[in-house]
């Protein structure tokens, strides 16, 4: 038998290949440099331009792991470290953000995901966040077949069209970089509006007259996964109750130390804010990635009086107190899609401003406020929430505050702290249940048993919104 023929058919008819799910479809890329162009201009641009790419695929048919996906859309947005498909640089390390498809289920969320890191490989790098979208992707609309469009969400908004004659300045154009996925039947094209707004990936931009699209279809073969395990879920954690495949988000006691018998607290934080806290914090983890490590309070201080202030939920805590501490890992965004930079941070009890640009942002005005402890060195309450703000201006790498959302924890809970997810908003919600003090009896007082018998009982859940954003920013 001809060898080739036999390599073949051996590769048609192995078990890898007959798990193959095979899915096609449109499919537009844009990048931050020309792609069809000659070398000089290229190699004017290499390192200074096209480190970031936007990706769309609109699925006309096909399944990933047994969900079917036809109609739905998936975007993915990647920002490297070198110009994208120069072979003499290495473009890692790499952040990506994915949009999935709003109208799909949770099932077809987790296979539309999977097909895009699938497409991207290695090229995804870090994922810094997976989110919602309304997707709307129009490709090959033209004879040529090089007009497209994309819109996803509030945060890319492209279009293109052919390549025409005007478009050949030095009379040398080919595809000098080609299409960064495999199996893509593609023209280029010229890109009319490029406009991404990715704050997870530091991403502002709006381009156009770049010669930096493709646009065409794709047909691809993902390899089937395999099957994760179910876990069930705790009535009081989703109203269903359903068994679901195990979740990227995990929580974790925190780690302790080789022979460590009791959790403590790390160095990083300063003796003052250590002296508050319970050392049994919690570890948020993304897909076996510490996210987050968070400590509360041993003991919340209420006010004296509980202030009353228009659509709050915790009139109970002092305006300004400290609430706990964070370390993030740099791998997340704040309730305003703002980066958390990798670092410890103070979580102060804030509440949101009553003027009309935050009108509408959240459903009450509860938010823990990040602030730095180069700048945040007392632990007293900060009661003025404009001095709060500017000192977690002074700690964020953006022009606002760092915030999250703070609100009531659905269901009842027995447990210290569990992590649920709020599947119509999209978000992952860490409630924790902290003790409380009265002024009377301080923190933790041991000469007031029966006042501190009543604080038990008042125990605060709080809610604390660790990934999602709001809809309204």
């Known amino acids: 038998m001809n060898a080739t023929l036999l390599l073949s058919l051996t590769t048609l008819f192995s078990p890898a290949a007959a798990a193959a799910n095979v899915v096609e479809g449109d499919y537009v890329e844009a990048r931050t440099c020309d792609v069809y162009t000659g070398p000089c201009f290229a190699n004017a641009e290499v390192n200074e331009a096209g480190k970031e790419a936007t990706f769309g695929w609109r699925i006309r048919t096909g399944e990933v792991d047994g969900v079917r996906l036809d109609g739905l859309s998936v975007v993915a947005l990647v920002r490297a470290s070198a110009t994208l498909g120069d072979p003499f640089s290495d473009p ?22 999977r097909f895009a890191r699938d497409r991207l490989g290695a090229l995804a790098g870090t994922v810094a966040e997976v989110r919602r979208a309304p997707i709307e ?38 595809v000098y970089y080609p299409p960064l996925t495999d199996g893509v039947d593609a023209v280029p094209a010229v890109l009319t509006d490029h406009e991404v707004v990715a704050a997870p990936l530091g991403v502002r931009f709006q381009e156009a007259g770049t010669r930096g699209a493709f646009t065409g279809t794709f047909r691809a073969a993902v390899a089937a996964a395999a099957v994760p395990p179910t876990v069930a879920i705790a009535a009081n954690a989703r109203s269903d109750a359903e068994a679901r495949p ?11 130390a080789e022979g460590e018998e009791a959790p403590s607290l790390p160095e990083e934080i300063p003796a003052a804010f250590a002296g508050l806290l319970d050392p049994r914090g919690v570890r948020v983890e993304m897909r076996g990635k510490a996210l987050y490590d ?7 201080p209420r006010a004296e009086k509980p202030h009353t202030e228009m659509s709050s939920s915790f009139g ?5 107190e400290v609430v706990g501490v964070v370390r993030s890992y740099g791998l997340e965004v704040d309730y305003r899609e703002n980066p958390v930079d990798p670092g410890f941070y103070a979580l102060r009890y804030g509440l949101q ?27 007293a309450p900060v009661s003025d929430m404009e001095q709060l703000s500017e000192l977690s201006l ?39 249940t902290v003790p409380t003090s009265s002024a009377a009896a301080g923190d933790g007082d041991a000469e007031a048993p029966a006042e501190e018998a009543n604080d038990a009982a008042r125990a605060l859940r709080l809610g604390v919104v660790l990934v999602g954003v709001s809809e309204h920013y």
Do not use: Q
Request: charged share 30%.
């Open 246 to 256: 195990a979740s990227k988000f995990a929580l974790k006691e925190m780690p302790r």
């Open 316 to 320: 109970a805590i002092p305006l300004g």
């Open 353 to 379: 401003p009553t003027d009309g640009d935050h009108l509408g942002t959240a459903p009450s005005r509860d938010f823990l406020v990040f602030t730095g402890f180069e700048d945040d060195e007392d632990v």
């Open 394 to 432: 002074l700690a964020s790498s953006t022009e606002h505050p760092m915030v999250w959302y703070l609100l009531v924890p659905e269901g009842e809970s027995t447990e210290r702290a569990r992590l649920y997810e709020h599947g119509d908003r999209d978000e992952w919600i860490l409630d924790v």
């Open 137 to 174: 992707l129009e490709v090959g609309c033209c004879a040529k077949a090089g007009c497209a469009r994309l819109e996803a969400g509030d945060v890319v908004s492209l279009a293109t069209r052919c390549v025409g004659g005007d478009d050949h300045v030095c009379g040398n154009e080919e």
């Open 294 to 300: 968070v400590w509360f309070r041993r003991s919340l």
């Open 92 to 113: 890692a390390p790499s952040r990506s953000v994915m949009l999935v498809d709003e109208n799909a289920d949770a099932d077809e969320r987790a296979a539309l995901e």
